[in-house]
């Protein structure tokens, strides 16, 4: 896990540094509450240790902008004070802050004090990724796909890069439902949820939209490697039997619809490729199905 440590005491820094080292943690530093704050949305760090007292913003500034700017991330902070009052703590607390050790802190406190907080950082990182994933097929769900989007590090630069968006949707799927019953249903949602995840390129984003329709998106150099991938993929489905349910192994296809934005595209947001991708659908749908569409 990655610590932050936000001190002006060079000398507390370093001990901080050594002992937090020493418990197996990476550890940048900040001298001022602004450098902490670039850090945190630079790095994204889950844990801050930072300073009350600070020459320009305060430690209890800094809490207050770190919990402003929470985009669904949660940032665990202890207080390092030497304050000792009561109103202090509850100042404190209640500007943000999980936990506080007083100056001069003990070593072994503040191990147990990291530890403590290491547990609630790790539980919340395994609800967010709950909040993100399709239960039934595993896949990232659309609040997963809208949060990496919206990342301004971690996700898609379209002004930088080119990247595919490939809606696809499984042909006739209402028939399973009403030939096999829905438990039949659920497992080819899954089957083929395992086809899309192992068949689009490595690093692909692959989401459940809803129902029967999927998207995934990656970088893509050309449209023309956009869709040759994306055949691969609709093969891949064509050709395999799906066990699902009593009787004979089903043979199911999908369509899909490609829109590639490239950095002069101008495609500002994730709803206007997905409507280009949509419409590219609509034509694999209408043209007979079983076929990937390129949006013009």
């Known amino acids: 896990m990655r610590i932050l440590i936000v001190e002006d005491n060079r000398m507390t820094r370093r001990m901080l540094e050594r002992y937090l080292q020493a418990l197996g943690y990476e550890v940048l530093q900040a001298s001022s509450g602004e450098q902490a704050l670039q850090l945190h949305r630079q790095h ?42 009561k109103a202090d703590l509850v100042t404190g607390i209640g500007a943000g802050a999980d936990d506080y050790l007083r100056k001069p802190f003990d070593k072994d406190e503040l191990a147990v004090r990291v530890r403590a907080g290491q547990r609630i950082v790790e539980l919340q990182e395994r609800l967010e990724r709950v909040a993100e994933t399709d239960a039934l097929t595993g896949l990232w ?6 949060r990496w989007f ?6 898609p630069q379209l002004a930088e890069e080119a990247f595919a968006f490939v809606i696809g949707d499984i042909d006739h799927f209402k ?18 949820a395992d086809s899309l995840a192992a068949g689009f390129p ?5 989401v459940r939209v809803g129902g029967e329709e999927f998207l995934a998106v990656f970088p893509a150099a050309s449209a023309t490697l956009a869709m040759a991938a994306t055949e691969a993929v609709r093969a891949t489905v064509e050709a395999r039997p799906l066990e699902v349910g009593h009787g004979e192994p089903l043979r199911l296809t999908c369509s899909f619809g ?37 949006a013009d």
């Open 44 to 85: 994204r760090v889950p844990f801050v240790i930072t300073d009350w007292e600070m020459p320009g913003m305060s430690g209890l500034e800094l809490v207050r902008r770190i919990r402003e700017s929470q985009d669904g991330t949660y940032t665990y902070v202890v207080f390092l004070t030497a304050r000792e009052g």
């Open 258 to 294: 490609v829109f590639v934005a490239t950095p002069g595209s101008g495609i500002p947001d994730l709803q206007d490729a997905q409507f280009q991708a949509d419409r590219a659908l609509y034509r694999s749908k209408a043209e007979g199905r079983n076929r990937v569409t390129l």
């Open 175 to 192: 028939r399973v439902n009403d030939e096999r019953g829905h438990a039949a249903g659920d497992e080819v949602l899954r089957l083929i």
């Open 141 to 146: 769900n659309r609040r997963g796909l809208e």
């Open 202 to 206: 490595p690093g692909a984003r692959v």
């Open 150 to 155: 919206a990342d301004p590090q971690g996700g």
